[in-house]
């Protein structure tokens, strides 16, 4: 019998690995509602479905390997990198499914989730005052008039598989739905800021660079929290907090 490998733990979900299946456990049934459609729908090469009885979904892995991971430098070529960036515009072009995704919050809601994340990093001596103030002040590019696309919702690198320079696969898919289109390439390349220009020639049409770094300072001051209480650590380097850094 194959070895079972944890790849993710925590609170709300789990997922294992037997051999070239994965199953993955969710508290929250819907999404796993929400990533069989969304990858029924994307037009890009998504795990296939197995089966599904909830709380538990099988999907098979994908070829290749993924694109990165977050505090690691990435060993992709810029050609994969720009590959990642035309997957993700197909995307964006194709129809969208009928709810929003993760990337679709609104700015009130996001602005008062914010203020509350950067309250508690200051008032709690997690992140210096003057480090918060200075990305919630980038994170401000980030609340803008945009128009809603078919997002990814969780487009972190370690969830985009390549094999050399073409995109295999794109996995975890239950924050998808409509949303901000620089959401996703802001998490694609957060922490790794060096492969944006790269992405950007992919994806081929003009990007507003102030809004992805507004999300990378967003999504990084709303994310240390749950990371700690969730039993990761975004002070490792290149991570998080090292993001928050390289704004000052």
Request: glycine residues 8%; aromatic residues 6%; proline residues 6%.
């Amino acid at each position: 019998m194959d070895e079972v490998e944890v790849v993710v733990a925590h609170s709300e979900r789990a997922t294992l690995r037997v051999g070239d299946v994965f199953l993955k456990v969710d508290a929250d049934r819907a999404r796993a509602d929400v990533e069989v459609e969304a990858m029924t729908l994307a037009p890009v090469p998504t795990p296939k479905v197995l089966w599904h009885r909830p709380p538990v979904l099988a999907i098979a892995a994908v070829p290749g390997t993924a694109l990165g991971r977050l505090g690691e430098p990435s060993t992709a070529s810029p050609a994969a990198w720009a590959a990642a960036g035309a997957a993700i515009r197909r995307l964006h072009d194709a129809p969208s499914p009928p709810r929003l995704g993760r990337a679709g919050r609104g700015v009130d809601d996001l602005s008062a989730e914010l203020d509350g994340e950067c309250e508690w990093l200051v008032t709690n001596g997690v992140l210096p005052a003057d480090l918060v103030t200075r990305n919630r002040q980038v994170a401000e590019a980030a609340f803008r008039p945009w128009s809603p696309v078919f997002t990814h919702g969780d487009l972190q690198i370690a969830h985009v598989f390549v094999d050399g320079d073409e995109i295999t696969g794109i996995i975890d898919w239950s924050e998808a739905g409509q949303g901000d289109a620089l959401f996703d390439l802001a998490v694609l390349t957060l922490g790794h800021e060096e492969h944006l220009d790269d992405v950007v020639v992919g994806y081929g049409t003009d990007v507003d660079l102030d809004v992805i770094r507004g999300w990378w300072s967003l999504r990084s001051l709303l994310g240390v929290r749950w990371l700690v209480e969730h039993g990761f650590d975004p002070f490792a380097p290149g991570c998080e907090v090292d993001v928050l850094r390289s704004r000052l």
